[in-house]
């Protein structure tokens, strides 16, 4: 089965205390649609001006992943300047332009409508609903968001949550959003916001996956060396419903739904080793099942 | 085989947000002696004054715990107070009181001296010290440590460190100790220093458990409340040194001590359950093995 992706595609320039670069490939949609990719078919949803490197199209076009729902547009693409701090934990946004995006009203291509994962990446709840709006019975509904939306749009995000089936967000923003300092409690309110499923993302600490009767602590993988944290948790997103879709005809269960949440890091813990999407475009099916194993291997010990 | 345990015996007056006890017993000796109690025979190596109430010696004598090398000597007890900040995570030390402490110069009972795992719970390294020097080949040593020694007693830290097999600290402290912002990289740093294993806690996000080739990421229990975090560190550290004792003679593998870092958490979330030691008072070995099971079952997922 495969995955509809909806979220930003943008040429960004990231600064971290080893190097900078200028007009890489990012955006929300960008990860996320190659991160699916490595799994199931995806069907991206996003808008690029006539500046977008025909290379990148190409990149996509190299994947499994359908360009019908890819608008170019007359004008200029989303940009995003961000510098990371010290310990890249924490960056400064040092410019935005939204360009073409400010005009973005996703429409999608027809043949996107029955998709059956549907992966709403980070972009504006308003326009994450839309999508939403267009969807004929998705089987599985995943939302990511982040701490902008929290604040500027508080009452769109909380009606979005009442049609997804799990948010993705980190610990900064499950606290933001509920208030709550424990993320143990804050996974449990957001529950009752509307998503079955939440999975609050903690960096270097790993992730939280929350359910009904369901909790599962996924380990970090123990990276020394971080080069561009930029679409981690994008990357995680996609992997994660990339590996949904896959599954017994997007049929999820807290099973498949644990599995996901560790492809997700396994995919995510890969793309912080370059900056942008350099090394997704060398990663194997091999790479990713090996470092699945090691995720297993540093999290088990035996029944005593 | 059983475990030796020397450290601080105090009272202790602790606020939270939500409640201040005054005169609780405390110290890093009483929380590890009693959690290691859980799994073995103890020997406890502190000192006490006078005015040490004997219901808590009692509580001491009624556990598998020995006291020949419980000092009473004339003279007030240790006293420690202080104040948690309202997410639980940080506090202030109000005062401190060293009382007889201050002339502790422990001296180990005869029988004391072959006792195959040593947890040098948290005082002074130079004490630390003063004990290994009267062991006779122990099997394998422990230590644990804090900020404070790190600042005023550093290099009778790292002469210490060169005689252990395991330290034992949490996150702040790693960085502290040898500068490197990345966990990963510290845990390897110490290593560097002597002890062929580290544990770093990390509170509410786990604990890390380093050695050659080995790498154990342990989950913490999702715990809704905490209503006195005083003394988890030290509960951790003597549930695993009492697992790891009561194990093959003393004998551990990378995979008993990534049991005994799981059985360390699971006393030291029982812990935090209630004020000073009251939650080890009433706890089972049922309600032991129940949250093994929890922590096996909250981070399993399935081969893919």
């Known amino acids: 089965m495969s995955v509809l992706v909806v979220g930003s595609i943008g040429l960004d320039t990231v600064k971290t205390p080893i190097a900078e670069h200028a007009d890489l490939l990012g955006g929300s949609a960008s990860y996320a649609s190659v991160g699916a990719s490595f799994f199931t078919d995806v069907n991206l949803v996003g ?3 006539e500046d977008f490197p025909q290379a990148h199209v190409d990149f996509f076009g ?14 200029k693409t989303f940009r995003w300047s961000g510098e990371y701090h010290v310990d890249l934990n924490t960056r400064d946004t040092r410019s ?3 360009n073409v995006f400010e005009q973005f009203n996703p429409t999608l291509p027809p043949s996107y409508n029955n998709t059956p994962v549907v992966l709403l990446a980070n972009i504006a709840p308003t326009l994450q609903s839309r999508v939403l709006d267009q969807m004929v019975q998705p089987k599985f509904v995943i939302a990511d968001t982040m701490d902008l939306w929290i604040n500027i749009a508080k009452d769109d995000l909380l009606a979005l949550l009442k049609r997804v ?18 993320l143990i409690k804050a996974g449990a309110r957001i529950r009752e916001l ?26 970090a993988y123990p990276l020394e060396e971080i080069h561009d944290p930029t679409g981690a948790g994008d990357t ?9 879709a896959s599954q ?4 999820v269960t807290p099973e498949s739904l644990r599995r996901a949440v560790v492809f997700g890091s396994v995919l995510a813990s890969y793309n912080v080793e370059a900056f942008s999407l350099e090394r997704l475009r060398t990663l194997t099916p091999e790479d990713i099942k090996k470092r699945y194993h090691s995720f297993k291997t540093m999290s088990h010990f ?3």
Chains 1, 2 share one sequence.
């Not at 499994?64 to 547009?73: A, C, S, Y």
């Not at 509307?194 to 380990?219: D, M, Q, T």
């Not at 017994?248 to 049929?251: E, F, K, L, M, S």
């Open 236 to 244: 995680f997103a996609g992997g994660l419903a990339g590996y949904l």
């Open 165 to 182: 089936d799990m948010l993705i967000l980190n610990d900064g923003e499950a606290r933001q959003l509920t208030g709550e300092n424990s």
């Open 47 to 49: 808008i690029v001006g």
């Open 96 to 98: 935005i332009a939204l």
């Open 194 to 219: 509307g998503p079955r499923y939440v999975a609050i993302k903690k960096g270097e600490h790993g992730c939280l996956l929350f359910g009904e009767n369901e909790f599962f602590s996924c380990a």
């Open 302 to 304: 035996e029944v005593a």
């Open 62 to 75: 190299s994947r499994k992943i359908d360009l019908e729902g890819l608008e170019i547009v007359p004008g």
């Open 248 to 251: 017994d005809h997007g049929h």
